[in-house]
């Protein structure tokens, strides 16, 4: 009983202590009428209360003041120069629209101060003196057009500046001056045309820069040239960029960029090239189509690459070739149908892998992410199959290791004729070759000709969308093997066929009518390249020499008759004798004053009416 009895004396004791330090606290300091305030962590509260002033009777001492969300329009000078302990001022969400000299001075602790989504036009000089010790300015959501010199230049301790969503159109270039240690700056969505390489100068501590043009299709050559400190640069919301100029990058050392919410219709692979230290990429919400191979070898320190959002349909093999520290790919919300393992470098470092949000068929060429699947993480949304059919809706890890193998299959590439072909025409006619593949996936088709050269889908002999090689205007130099190749990733087949162009004795490539040469060949396709020590029996026409001769004669004949023409002229206008430089032009008057009664009088008049002209 003694020791329960000591034990409660304790307890008392702790909870008269607690209560007496909570006294303390609950001190009545003053606290203004509408508004909320928390005595322990000096927080005064009077956002959302519809003031039109700032209330008067604050705790001198009081950390944090909210303001926020209320009707203040103007903020007198020295406005708050009694609460010299508050470190939070939030004046965002207000009517703000007039911020007079002084405004801040005294709040000499201020470490935030948050002036968002008002309606400030211009900050004048001397708006932000006394703020030594501020660390976060965020002036965004305003109306503001311009930012003159030294507007923040009593702000050596700033660190971050948020500017976004503004209407700047101009930037001086000593308006950053003052701001030594300021790191990240944000002037995202304003209506700047172009970089203010000068302003931007002035901060050499920057490592974080968010930015954005106006007007601008392509990013003009050193858009950051003075900006070498720079670490992570951001450009987004630009729908109207569309690419990047060679060297528009040049001067900047990144470690991470970000180009999300443009109008890029490819990687830019060339401005890229020169950021060796780049560990971060992000070209989100672009119409990008395809990631070529073998063109970001040059990222050597590479880490992640996100393309969320845009409308990549193909990520070719060795796509990632290079990349020895690749290790993140977020490629969701695409149209992607495959991924395959051959785009990467190595698959030992590859360690977050987002494929969702894309329609994935489930065969062969996905079976390298079933079998790493456990390895891989998928940041918790895993992908999912999209056909065949009968997969469509299941998740990566709804597979048990036995379907696996059967499931995820692919059918080798098969041409379905493989008769042999020989096609025998006459010189000038058009013959189309068809080559009928099956497969799963869908075989690629190439054509190969005679020279061993790749035919394309333009010239004279060109490859339809639908696989079928057309010769148009056959040519006897068209004759020989054509070959078709068609492969997927479960294999390859191929099949030739023989063409013979057909001319007639007389006709030789001396008589060929001009309009054949109007298909795009010329002599370099005629004479076969695959066996250069054989001669053929067709040569030009005719050499030089005779080239020569031919423009001479006709050049002379030319001469000679212009020649002819001026001296006959010269001499038939010498036989003509003077030229008269005046000349009299008789003329009747159309006046309808003369009567018919008076025709003998006009007849008089007649001589008279004559125009003298000067020539």
């Known amino acids: 009983q003694f020791v329960n009895l000591c034990t409660i004396h304790e307890d008392t004791a702790i909870l008269l202590w607690i209560v007496g330090v ?12 509408r508004c909320e305030c928390l005595h322990e962590l000096l927080i005064v509260n009077c956002s959302s209360v519809h003031m039109t002033s700032v209330p008067e009777g604050i705790y001198a001492k009081s950390l944090h003041l909210n303001l926020s969300n209320n009707h203040l329009k103007i903020l007198e000078r020295r406005q708050f120069s009694n609460l010299a302990e508050l470190q939070e001022l939030d004046l965002s ?50 109306e503001i057009l311009i930012f003159l010199d030294h507007t923040f230049r009593d702000m050596a301790s700033l660190q971050k500046l948020d500017a976004s969503r503004n209407d700047i159109v101009f930037i001086s270039k000593l308006a950053f001056s003052g701001l030594l240690n300021l790191q990240e700056l944000n002037l995202d969505r304003c209506n700047i045309t172009s970089a203010p390489a000068l302003a931007l100068s002035q901060l050499t501590g920057l490592t974080r820069l968010q930015f954005c043009w106006v007007g601008y299709t392509v990013l003009p050559n050193n858009s950051f040239r003075w900006l070498g400190w720079v670490r992570e ?12 100029a060679t060297k528009s990058l040049i001067g900047l050392n990144l470690t991470s960029l970000t180009l999300s919410y443009c109008n890029l219709s490819s990687v830019p692979y060339v401005p890229l090239q020169h950021l060796v230290y780049l560990r971060y990429l992000d070209l989100s919400y672009n119409p990008i189509t395809s990631i070529q191979p073998n063109l970001l070898g040059d990222l050597l320190q590479l880490q992640e690459f996100h393309l969320v959002g845009g409308s990549l349909q193909k990520v070719e093999p060795r796509a990632f070739q290079g990349l020895v520290h690749f290790r993140l790919l977020n490629v969701s919300s695409n149209q992607l149908s495959t991924l395959e393992e051959m785009a990467f470098h190595s698959m030992k470092t590859l360690q977050v892998l987002r494929l969702d949000g894309n329609p994935l068929t489930c065969d062969c060429r996905l079976l390298w992410v079933l079998h790493n699947r456990l390895d891989l993480d998928f940041d918790g949304v895993p992908p999912v199959c999209a056909l065949p059919v009968y997969m469509q809706g299941r998740t990566f890890l709804d597979f048990s290791a036995a379907e696996v193998p059967r499931l995820f299959t692919c059918r080798q590439a098969r041409i379905l004729n493989r008769k042999p072909q020989e096609v025998r025409t006459d010189e000038g006619h058009t013959v189309q070759f068809f080559c009928q593949v099956d497969g799963d996936p869908t075989p690629s088709i190439i054509w190969v000709s005679p020279h061993r050269t790749l035919l394309t889908t333009t010239g004279r002999i060109r490859v339809l969308s639908n696989g079928t090689l057309e ?19 479960a294999g390859n087949d191929s099949i030739s066929i023989s063409l013979r162009v057909c001319g007639s004795p007389e006709s030789s490539y001396q008589n060929h009518s001009p309009q054949f040469f109007l298909e795009g060949w010329n002599l370099a396709a005629i004479i076969p390249s695959d066996n250069p ?33 001026f001296v006959f002229i010269f001499f038939w206008s010498q036989s003509k004798g003077k030229i008269k430089h005046t000349a009299k032009v008789s003329f009747v008057p159309r006046s309808a004053a003369i009567a018919t009664e008076k025709a003998e009088r006009a007849e008089a008049n007649m001589e008279t009416a004559k125009l003298t002209m000067r020539l």
Do not use: H
């Open 22 to 33: 909570a006294g303390a606290w609950d001190s009545p300091w003053p606290c203004p009428q």
């Open 93 to 142: 969400e207000n009517m703000l629209s007039i911020i007079k000299f002084e405004a801040f001075l005294g709040l000499r602790r201020l470490l935030t101060l948050r002036l968002s989504q008002n309606r400030l036009k211009i900050i004048p000089l001397g708006v932000f003196s006394g703020l030594l010790s501020l660390r976060l300015l965020d002036i965004s959501k305003n």
């Open 233 to 244: 640069l951001t450009i987004s919301n630009c729908p109207w960029l569309g690419s990047l």
């Open 471 to 489: 010769v148009r205007y056959a040519q006897v130099q068209d004759s020989g093997y054509y070959y078709c190749f068609a492969s997927n990733t």
């Open 533 to 565: 020590t054989v001669s053929t029996s067709q040569g030009i026409p005719f050499d030089m020499k005779t080239l020569v001769i031919v423009m001479t004669m006709g050049s002379v004949s030319f001469l000679s008759s212009v020649a002819v023409c």
